[in-house]
Structure formats: C-alpha cells, structure tokens
C-alpha cells in the first residue's frame, strides 16, 4: 500500500516509516496538517495514518479539508486523546478506524491490513460475513443459499455494515453515508432500520450479527476483532507515549 505519515514527533515518525516499509508498504512522511492534506488532495495514497496534533492544520481540520475529496484514501487515526466525542468526530469526517497511544505496533500493522482488506472488499462483487452473502451486482442476499428480501434502502444499510465489518459505525455515519442526508439527532431511523434487518435475519437466528455497541452506534464483528487484537496485544510491550496529541 501507499501510505502517508502524518506525524509531527520526528523520532516516532522514522520508527513506525520503517516498521511500516518492514510490512512492504510504500511510505511518505507529512510533519504538518498542510503537508499531509496537500499530498492526500494531489495523490490520493491508499491510507492515511494522521496524527490529530499537528501543526499549521490540526488533524480534525485535515479531515474536514479532505472529507468528500479523497474517495480512494482510507485513514487512521493515530493519537493520545481518548475522549469518545472527538472519537466520533473523526468517524464521522471519514476516519475508517481510530487507535489511541500508547500502542502496540502488532496492533497497528493489523488495523492497516484490515483497512486493506476492507478496501479490497470494496472493489469485491460479493461480500461475505459468516454464512451471509451479498451480490453488489444482482443485489441478493443470502443465508445458508437461503434467499432474503430486502428494501432498497435495506440493503444499502446491510451493505455498508459489511464494508465495514470489524469496526463500529455511528448513527451520524450512517445518515450520512447510507441516507446521504446530515447527521440531525431527533431521528430514529437508523434504528428503525437495524431493527428490520435484525427481524429479516432473525429467520435464520442471525439476529446477533448486528450488533449494538453502546455510546458507538452498531457493526459487524466488532466484539470478534477486538477479542482478537486485545489477544495479541497482550504478547507485545506497548509503544511508549510520545506527546499527548
């Protein structure tokens, strides 16, 4: 993958180019908000690593200037704050994923192969979750080779939980990317809608494969991959914290 950097502490920059390279990517380096949007903006890299302290542009500032204008680019956020608003404020301007310092570099290089995959899922005709398929061309969906039927607006909605299988989606997101209007918080109608596939899939005793993640919205296992990388976290030292951005 092409990648760009975004990160302003020098020594920790050149560690995590090299660990990165290590992984067969290519890699470019951006020390501040201007560099990292101008270079997104002109090349359009597969993946953005963004640190949200970063000087001239901040990091939430690089995503409201690149959000709508880098389709092919999938970011990750790496930073120090913790708090669940500006978590959601990044997801919501197009982050795909979301990982705090300090960090394991197993974790890292992990959410970097998932945002490949999910990529390349992307440009698949079939998606798959378990035993659940999804033809984007003839618009089926089956379980089992059982076939389902869904609304238009359904399907879209089941769609775009599988594209993003791994990582939860907020309420905000999904008006935005599957209702394609703004995010407005008097309207339930993204329950509304879980709530029909749950009952469709419930046929099948598949109800739990949406699931709902308090405070984040809902996804596709989710519970399943952090399970996953807190296992293999657990194996690792953590990379010490550089700064608090």
Not at 34 to 49: K, T
Not at 61 to 66: G, H, N
Not at 88 to 111: H, I, V, W
Request: contains cysteine.
């Amino acid at each position: 993958m092409n990648i760009l950097l975004a990160e302003d502490h020098g020594p920790l920059c050149e560690f995590l180019r090299g660990a990165l390279e290590r992984e067969g990517h290519q890699v470019h380096c951006a020390q501040d908000g201007i560099q990292a949007r101008d270079y997104v903006l002109e090349h359009q890299p597969d993946l953005l690593v963004l640190d949200l302290g970063l000087p001239l542009l901040s990091g939430i500032e690089v995503l409201r200037a690149i959000d709508g204008r880098a389709a092919n680019t999938s970011i990750i956020v790496l930073t120090g704050r913790v708090d669940l608003s500006v978590k959601l404020e990044c997801l919501n301007l197009g982050a795909d994923d979301y990982l705090t310092k300090p960090f394991s570099l197993q974790e890292l290089n992990a959410r970097c192969r998932a945002v490949r995959r999910r990529r390349a899922e992307t440009e698949s005709t079939v998606l798959r979750f378990e035993d659940l398929l999804l033809n984007r061309v003839t618009r089926e969906v089956t379980v089992r080779g059982q076939a389902l039927e869904f609304t238009t607006k359904e399907f879209a909605l089941l769609e775009y939980l599988l594209l993003n299988s791994g990582r939860p989606v907020s309420r905000q997101e999904l008006l935005r990317q599957v209702w394609r209007v703004m995010p407005d918080a008097g309207t339930n109608v993204v329950d509304v809608y879980i709530n029909y596939l749950r009952r469709k899939l419930g046929v099948f005793d598949k109800s739990d494969l949406i699931e709902t993640l308090r405070g984040e919205g809902y996804g596709m296992g989710v519970r399943t991959a952090v399970e996953s990388l807190k296992a293999s976290a657990m194996s690792l030292p953590l990379f010490p914290r550089a700064g608090a951005a």
